[in-house]
């Protein structure tokens, strides 16, 4: 025990607080475990380095688009940790990607700050996203399931408009879902492959933020996920890069347009996170099995960790927000 802490327990125990209080200050020193100290209501430090897995990981490979369910470790989307606290109670989001990675992070998170949520994804995803709608639906919130190509102009309209119809309205847009497929060099890309990508990562969030617009009052918040390769580029992710810094720029320029009109638009800059993305092509094998392991924190991020980023931009009081890329990248690179 420092000096620091004896005093303090000292003075508590001098001053004739209850014995309950006194262990609660003392618990961080005298090794209490971590559930235990759950239960007394104080939250330990966390060591950073420590708190999640690192590499090496095991070889890994899925077919695009990928699943959470298959994959070793299983990724933290906040599943049995993420606690709400009423930051978003009656508010209504749409989540591309919503079924996995930072997307089912938001979605878990929303629910459990009093949102409802209903969420987009690929068809083949869809018991990756049976798994999120039950915990939305746990929390007593409006889950709203809807599949579907997001490459498609019509399907992203209609997707607002089920949104719309099944939350009762729209107050939070997410625009997060994203195609990244490694390819050793440009000449790698087919065209088919640039416009897969290119549909998917800057055509789809121009559709759906256009077609949403018409239903959002002041005070809601658009939310882009966007990159750290908008800013730091890989030789190897040469069209993905190139849509994220689109995704940044979109976030920059419409802020300063839907600003007069009271609607934010904010953006998150994720380093490596240990996402289905990753595993289903989006990064070479050595990538992969090295992955996070050159950050300062020595290990990708987990989506969980990023969830507070989603509910901080979305919440009220974050009213003079806008326009502004936040980032989690472990220390390495810069929103
Ligand atoms: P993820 O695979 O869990 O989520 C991406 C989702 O995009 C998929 O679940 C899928 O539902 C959706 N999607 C892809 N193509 C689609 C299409 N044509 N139609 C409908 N949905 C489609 O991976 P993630 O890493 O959580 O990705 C979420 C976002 O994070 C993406 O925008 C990605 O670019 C970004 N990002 C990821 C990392 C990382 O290291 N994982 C780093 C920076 C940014
Ligand atoms: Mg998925």
């Given at each position: 025990?420092?000096?620091?802490?004896n005093?303090?327990?000292r003075?508590?125990?001098i001053?004739g607080l209850?014995?309950?209080?006194?262990?609660?200050?003392l618990?961080?020193?005298?090794?209490?475990?971590?559930?235990?100290?759950g239960?007394?209501?104080?939250l330990?430090?966390?060591?950073?380095?420590m708190?999640?897995?690192?590499?090496?990981?095991k070889?890994?490979?899925?077919?695009?688009?990928?699943?959470?369910?298959?994959?070793?470790?299983?990724?933290?989307?906040g599943?049995?940790s993420?606690?709400?606290?009423?930051?978003?109670?009656?508010?209504k989001?749409?989540?591309?990607?919503g079924?996995?990675?930072?997307?089912r992070a938001a979605?878990i998170a929303?629910a459990r700050?009093?949102?409802?949520?209903?969420?987009?994804?690929?068809?083949a995803?869809?018991?990756d996203?049976?798994?999120?709608?039950?915990?939305?639906?746990?929390e007593?919130?409006?889950?709203?399931?809807?599949?579907?190509d997001?490459?498609?102009e019509?399907?992203?309209?209609?997707?607002?408009e089920?949104?719309v119809?099944?939350?009762?309205?729209?107050?939070?847009?997410?625009?997060?879902a994203?195609?990244q497929?490694?390819?050793?060099?440009?000449t790698?890309?087919?065209?088919?492959?640039?416009?897969?990508?290119?549909k998917t990562?800057?055509?789809?969030?121009?559709?759906?933020?256009?077609?949403?617009?018409?239903?959002?009052l002041?005070?809601?918040?658009?939310?882009?996920?966007t990159s750290?390769?908008?800013?730091?580029?890989?030789?190897?992710?040469f069209?993905?890069?190139?849509?994220?810094?689109a995704?940044?720029?979109?976030?920059?320029?419409?802020?300063?347009?839907?600003?007069?009109?009271?609607?934010?638009?904010?953006?998150?800059?994720?380093g490596?996170?240990?996402?289905?993305?990753?595993v289903?092509?989006?990064?070479?094998?050595?990538?992969?099995?090295?992955?996070?392991?050159?950050t300062?924190?020595?290990r990708?991020?987990?989506?969980?960790?990023?969830?507070s980023i989603?509910?901080?931009?979305?919440?009220?009081?974050a009213?003079y927000?806008t326009?502004?890329?936040?980032?989690?990248?472990?220390?390495?690179?810069?929103?």
């Open positions: 025990m420092n000096s620091e802490e005093k303090i327990s003075r508590m125990v001053g209850g014995a309950g209080i006194a262990t609660m200050a618990a961080p020193v005298v090794g209490y475990s971590k559930s235990t100290l239960q007394m209501g104080i330990p430090v966390e060591d950073p380095r708190k999640y897995p690192k590499p090496p990981f070889e890994q490979k899925q077919p695009w688009p990928g699943l959470v369910s298959k994959m070793d470790p299983r990724p933290d989307h599943e049995t993420y606690k709400g606290s009423g930051r978003l109670v009656g508010r989001a749409l989540i591309t990607g079924d996995s990675g930072m997307g979605a929303y700050e009093g949102a409802d949520v209903a969420i987009n994804y690929l068809p995803e869809e018991s996203a049976k798994e999120v709608i039950d915990l939305i639906k746990k007593g919130r409006k889950a709203v399931a809807i599949p579907g997001l490459r498609n019509d399907f992203c309209k209609q997707l607002v089920d949104a119809t099944g939350l009762g309205g729209l107050d939070i847009l997410v625009n997060n994203g195609r497929q490694t390819r050793p060099s440009i790698d890309i087919s065209s088919e492959d640039f416009d897969a990508t290119m990562n800057i055509y789809a969030p121009f559709w759906i933020t256009k077609a949403a617009l018409t239903h959002l002041p005070g809601s918040v658009i939310i882009s996920t750290v390769q908008a800013t730091d580029p890989s030789a190897d992710l069209d993905y890069a190139q849509t994220k810094a995704n940044t720029s979109f976030v920059r320029s419409l802020a300063k347009q839907l600003g007069p009109k009271g609607i934010r638009v904010n953006g998150v800059a994720p490596p996170i240990w996402t289905a993305l990753q289903s092509g989006g990064a070479t094998m050595d990538k992969l099995v090295n992955f996070g392991g050159d300062p924190l020595a990708p991020g987990q989506p969980a960790e990023l969830a989603y509910v901080q931009l979305a919440a009220n009081d009213s927000a326009g502004q890329i936040y980032g989690a990248a472990g220390g390495g690179g810069q929103p």
